[in-house]
């Protein structure tokens, strides 16, 4: 019944390396997010998706980057990773607006990185 | 952009009591206030949500008020269990409108026997 994939729940990775998070979900959903939560700092907006191709900035972009070439997967890129993105990573996805559906997030289980 | 107060970080009731987690928001124009129930390992679930037009919704033990002139929204759990131990988010945005959750820091809550 799992309906949000993260691929990798541990990764250990240095620093300087490219990290690729990967998110797959099996709803049809249209939209779909990358979340960072850190203690005391909950949940984070990195980037956000509404259609395949299309990407949004979230709230703390600087240091990623994202990739949507299919409607279920969302891909979430560390170009050069640093000790200070080691965290927790969710991906969610939604409907899209228009019915009661929408707005509800359905998260992944999260991938926990670690930077070395 | 919306911001969003939690509090407290931290709650420690005993089974059986009442608990009560408040949130506060910033923009006017949020109508909808989900909750979300994170447990150890997992990502967070939505429990419940309110939008605007309500003042109050209750499922069973849970239950969730709103002030929108005072621009607040709180979730009270009652009679709770050791199994109601999780960290617990709030958020607001605007129904609708395909704009993000911005979620509250988060309310970790122990539910002691």
């Known amino acids: 019944d799992v309906k949000v994939t993260q691929s990798s729940r541990y990764l250990v990775k240095r620093t300087g390396e490219k990290v690729f998070l990967e998110c797959v979900q099996d709803m049809d959903h249209e939209n779909m997010f990358w979340y960072r939560q850190d203690p005391g700092l909950g949940l984070r907006l990195i980037y956000f998706?509404?259609?395949?191709?299309?990407?949004e900035k979230g709230d703390i972009p600087e240091g990623y980057s994202v990739s949507r070439e299919k409607k279920e997967r969302f891909s979430l890129i560390l170009e050069s990773a640093s000790t200070n993105q080691t965290s927790m990573y969710l991906c969610?996805?939604?409907?899209?607006?228009?019915?009661?559906?929408?707005?509800?997030?359905?998260f992944g289980a999260g991938s926990r990185l670690t930077v070395l | 952009g919306e911001n969003v107060e939690q509090h407290p970080s931290t709650l420690s009731v005993q089974e059986g009591d009442s608990a009560v987690i408040k949130c506060t928001y910033s923009d006017s124009a949020s109508n909808y206030f989900p909750w979300y129930k994170q447990e150890l390992g997992k990502g967070p679930q939505l429990i419940i949500d309110i939008r605007s037009n309500v003042g109050e919704k209750k499922d069973q033990r849970i239950a969730v008020t709103l002030n929108k002139t005072a621009k607040h929204f709180s979730l009270h759990i009652t009679e709770t269990q050791p199994e109601d131990s999780a960290v617990y988010f709030c958020a607001a945005s605007q129904h609708l409108s395909g704009y993000a959750l911005n979620f509250g820091k988060g309310t970790s809550l122990l539910v002691t026997p």
């Open positions: 998706s509404y259609d395949v191709k299309m990407k």
């Open positions: 969610a996805s939604s409907v899209r607006g228009g019915g009661s559906g929408a707005n509800v997030l359905t």
